[in-house]
Nanobody, 118 residues
Framework: QVPLVESGGGLVQAGGSLRLSCAVSGSSFSINSMGWYRQAPGKPGKQRELVAAMIPGGSTNYADFVKGRFTISRDNAKNTVYLQMNSLKPEDTAVYYC?????????WGQGTQVTVSS
């Protein structure tokens, strides 16, 4: 059973915002480092790319293409990891996944679709 379930995606206009959530099953929230990844549609050969990561102690890392626009956070009381996405661009359109950082193959879930219209 995949311990990670993403939600919060949708259709938004360019410049808009979305907040993605990743519910982590209780036993799996001991995962120390979490990340958000994305895979653009129509590019099956393109690997999922790291968007943001949070490591023990709360330090965060962001891909250059989202710096200043996206924020990763976690709520330990709710066993949830979030990705706040602001100033969205059409090129942010993708399926977004959460996983450990570095990722664990068996943790990939269904992801959540984010579509940004121009």
């Amino acid at each position: 059973q995949v311990p990670l379930v993403e939600s919060g995606g949708g259709l938004v206009q360019a410049g808009g915002s979305l907040r993605l959530s990743c519910a982590v099953s209780g036993s799996s929230f001991s995962i120390n480092s979490m990340g958000w990844y994305r895979q653009a549609p129509g590019k099956p050969g393109k690997q999922r790319e790291l968007v943001a990561a949070m490591i023990p102690g709360g330090s965060t890392n962001y891909a250059d293409f989202v710096k200043g626009r996206f924020t990763i956070s976690r709520d330990n009381a709710k066993n949830t990891v979030y990705l706040q996405m602001n100033s969205l661009k059409p090129e942010d359109t993708a399926v977004y996944y959460c996983n450990a950082f570095p990722f664990t193959k068996n943790y990939w879930g269904q992801g959540t679709q984010v579509t940004v219209s121009s």
